[in-house]
């Protein structure tokens, strides 16, 4: 009784597989490890950013000058869009004379343009997620079409239809649709809980820009 488990353990249907299963399992091996890197990544980097945020909001929150507001630099996301205000609003003046909505417009554009790169630095290997969570399965299939290719052709060449011919092959064949399914579906929740959390993040941060344009358009350019 204890045989056929031992034959079937997941190291024996790995020795055993057909090559081309062989090289499947591998490169969704090497994929799920490689996303389980970049999830861990970019969660623990969101919920840093998102504290920073929350710290930063905060403290314009409370701020009732611009020197309150630019105490302290930091070099986190939300700090790095305050400080691109903070260099704006120090900036030499315009040639042309601008009134208080226009300085305090181009500050919170420059921003703006601060946090859109800093939103793109989040999103670096985030596609992969996506790429795998759609593609995975379908590179599990083709280790499943595979290893049930290899059944018919052990059926073909023993002439027999028992399990002991066809279990090797239909075996290595459902390995492949669990690695693509274990590969995938991690890879797709955590793409949309990112996803939705730099979602947040950037709605965090408008209200932030919004609050800290006022108070940096106070600061007197410089001569």
Known sequence: MNEPAATLSIVKLFINADPVVKGVLLLLLAASVWSWAVII????????????????????????????????????????????????STAEPRPQPETASERRERIERAMRL????????????????????????FIGLFGTVWGIMRSFEGIAAANSTSLAVVAPGIAEALFATAMGLAAAIPAVVAYNKITVDLGRFAGRMQGLIGRSGGLLARIPAAA
């Open 114 to 137: 601060a946090l859109n790169a800093e939103l793109r630095r989040l999103e670096v290997r985030l596609p992969f997620l996506a790429t795998l969570g759609s593609a995975a399965p």
């Open 41 to 88: 990544d970019k969660l623990w980097r969101l919920a840093a950013a998102s504290r920073s945020a929350r710290e930063h909001e905060a403290r314009a929150a409370a701020a009732r000058s611009p020197q309150e507001l630019s105490a302290a630099e930091a070099r986190d996301p939300a700090g790095l869009v305050l400080s691109a205000g903070l260099a704006e």
